[in-house]
């Protein structure tokens, strides 16, 4: 049984810390975009200031005159904006809620069974392994370290600081869905949401179960054309 928690926890750190990993590159690959799409408006602006200006010649009084086009987005790109900004903002608030609250969870956690286990003993299962190490130090104390419960330390403390490794990595996930969460409400970072909203599976799935509904559902939402189409 100590083996198969211990499975587990090692099998939670690792999913954290590849969220944690895979965030980061989705940040890069949005911010890599944006520099892109920047790149080639200041291209097109070089080229349409490099074009030869008309030759000067009489307008007259009859002949209408058009006013300068301008670069602004049809009408139907306005709705479909607003549609996906409606559509995002449920699953982005519950993204960002949940992950405030699984990040508080995880770190009160860790905080309480590194306080518990290496400062002072908090609970009545700590206290009396406590109390058992040192009489079984003192009653002991010509006997080899073997004979002793003192060998009973190393494996607690090992598997306490596992635990508490966990707990931070997943915090860590945990943060991520709620940055992920904010740029999602304001239509950016389309990657950075897709892996926030993996985060929050790993994130909230160890306090709490809420992580993986919130995820999916927030992936539904992303992996919708008009929805992809209108972050920036």
């Not at 211990?6 to 890599?32: C, E, M, Q, R």
């Not at 602006?45 to 200006?53: C, I, N, V």
């Not at 419960?149 to 931070?168: C, E, H, K, M, Y």
Request: aromatic share 10%.
């Amino acid at each position: 049984m100590e083996a198969m928690k211990n499975a587990i926890a090692v099998i939670a750190s690792l999913v954290g810390v590849l969220t944690a990993i895979l965030t980061l590159y989705a940040k890069f690959l949005d911010v890599k975009k944006e520099v892109s799409r920047e790149r080639k408006a200041d291209d097109a602006a070089k080229a349409e200031s490099a074009r030869p200006e008309p030759a000067p010649g009489f307008i007259l009084a009859s002949e209408p005159v058009e006013p300068a086009p301008r670069n602004l987005p049809p009408t139907d790109d306005f709705a479909t904006i607003e549609r996906a900004r409606l559509a995002v903002r449920a699953p982005a608030i519950t993204l960002i809620a949940t992950g405030l609250i699984s990040l508080f969870a995880n770190l009160f956690i860790a905080g309480f069974g590194y306080v518990d286990r290496f400062v002072t003993p908090l609970t009545d299962e700590t206290r009396q392994q406590h109390a058992f190490m040192e009489t079984a130090g003192i009653a002991n104390a010509g006997f080899a370290p073997g004979m002793t419960g003192s060998a009973n330390v190393s494996p607690d403390s090992a598997n306490a600081v596992l635990t508490i490794f966990t707990l931070l990595s997943l915090s860590v996930a945990s943060a991520a869905a709620v940055w992920a969460g904010y740029g999602m409400l304001r239509l950016r970072s389309y990657w950075l949401s897709v892996a926030g909203s993996f985060a929050i599976m790993a994130g909230a799935g160890f306090c709490c179960m809420a992580g993986i509904p919130v995820g999916v559902w927030s992936l539904v939402i992303l992996f919708r054309p008009e929805v992809a189409s209108s972050f920036r």
